[in-house]
């Protein structure tokens, strides 16, 4: 059995699976003023804040959660993130619109993420991935329309992405994986209370750079989002130095 603790709220979500299949959860949890940020014609900068319920690595946001902010204030159904420093927990932050259409997150320390229209094609692997499980999202984590807010749907796809990377056997007990790029088309929406599979599988490696790709797929066996994560494989000391002082 495997389980990869990835979760908008700790290590508390776990993707479970007896084999290379599908099996899993997630646990309820409230939506927080962050989750409520979305796009309008005329989009101000807006005040964020990432609590404890955010965590990913000790003292950070998770990531997949912390782009999905980014990508919801675009209200468009691809988005890529490129993640510049981690989002550390308990410090005021804002999202702000930029030039040329973008979106940036950033605080005192600086800009921790970009996001940016785009497209996205990949095709989903026909044979096993190398990370599945089942993920049942709660009514606490949709909106007005009942549909997932999208930063759950990222935070969601994020961890059997970065499970793909470590079950291939790529990453050396000397490294660590630093996210770089996610990019997220959401095909249908994703409602609370249905079980969809979620999946992740690797792409390829060259040099430090790693790719893999990550799926939730409906009941009805139709995928509803598909998306790309781009990795760099770093020395843990590396990567430690990276989230003391960012790139």
């Not at 050396?172 to 095909?187: F, G, H, L, Q, Y």
Request: with cysteine.
């Amino acid at each position: 059995m495997c389980r990869v603790g990835c979760s908008p709220y700790g290590r508390s979500m776990f993707l479970e699976t007896d084999s290379v299949g599908h099996g899993g959860r997630s646990r309820p949890s409230s939506v927080s003023t962050i989750a409520k940020v979305r796009s309008r014609r005329r989009v101000r900068r807006r005040p964020v804040f990432f609590d404890d319920r955010h965590e990913g690595d000790a003292g950070y946001a998770q990531g997949g959660y912390a782009s999905g902010v980014v990508a919801a204030a675009f209200g468009t159904p691809i988005v890529e993130v490129r993640s510049l420093r981690p989002v550390p927990l308990g410090r005021q932050t804002e999202l702000a619109p930029m030039p040329g259409g973008r979106f940036e997150l950033r605080s005192g320390e600086g800009t921790h993420a970009v996001g940016v229209r785009a497209d996205l094609a990949i095709d989903l692997p026909t044979g096993p991935s190398a990370a599945a499980g089942v993920w049942t999202p709660h009514a606490g984590e949709v909106d007005a329309r009942g549909r997932v807010l999208t930063e759950f749907v990222w935070a969601a796809l994020d961890c059997p992405q970065l499970s793909a990377l470590r079950q291939e056997g790529l990453i050396n007990s000397n490294e660590s994986v630093v996210s770089a790029i996610r990019t997220t088309r959401i095909d249908r929406p994703v409602v609370a209370g249905e079980s969809y599979m979620v999946m992740g599988w690797l792409i390829a490696r060259e040099g430090r750079m790693i790719v893999a790709g990550g799926a939730v797929i409906a009941p009805d066996g139709a995928p509803c989002v598909i998306g790309l994560h781009t990795a760099i494989a770093a020395s843990r000391e590396t990567a430690r130095l990276s989230r003391l002082s960012g790139p």
